[in-house]
């Protein structure tokens, strides 16, 4: 027997609520100099109760092939990809309207 989702009543494996959230997102891209003057790329704006923040981190630090982490809600990506994450973000569902 399936689970029920407790927020829009569909069975597990066809929730949509993850979905709907990455479409409601407001994210900002920036790059930051860190000590000995190593860049950063900051993903800030990602709501971390609605979208599993970890899973995003972990895709992007696989697709760019660099160490990062999850701070309060905000991804921190050694290097700058600051170019290539907006193409990323758009491929697992975020929309690009609201990505700046």
Do not use: W
Not at 2 to 18: A, Q, R, S
Not at 23 to 31: D, G, T
Not at 65 to 83: F, M, P, R
């Amino acid at each position: 027997m399936t689970e029920i989702c407790p927020k829009c009543g569909l069975p597990e494996d066809l929730c949509v609520c993850e979905t709907i959230a990455k479409e409601e997102q407001r994210i900002r891209i920036r790059k930051e100099k860190k000590r000995y003057g190593k860049l950063m790329t900051i993903i800030e704006g990602i709501d971390k109760t609605t979208i599993d923040i970890k899973d995003v981190a972990k895709k992007l630090k696989s697709k760019f092939a660099c160490g990062g982490t999850v701070k309060d809600s905000t991804i921190e990506l050694q290097g700058d990809h600051v170019a290539k994450v907006k193409d990323v973000l758009i491929k697992l569902g975020f929309n690009s309207d609201t990505i700046d």
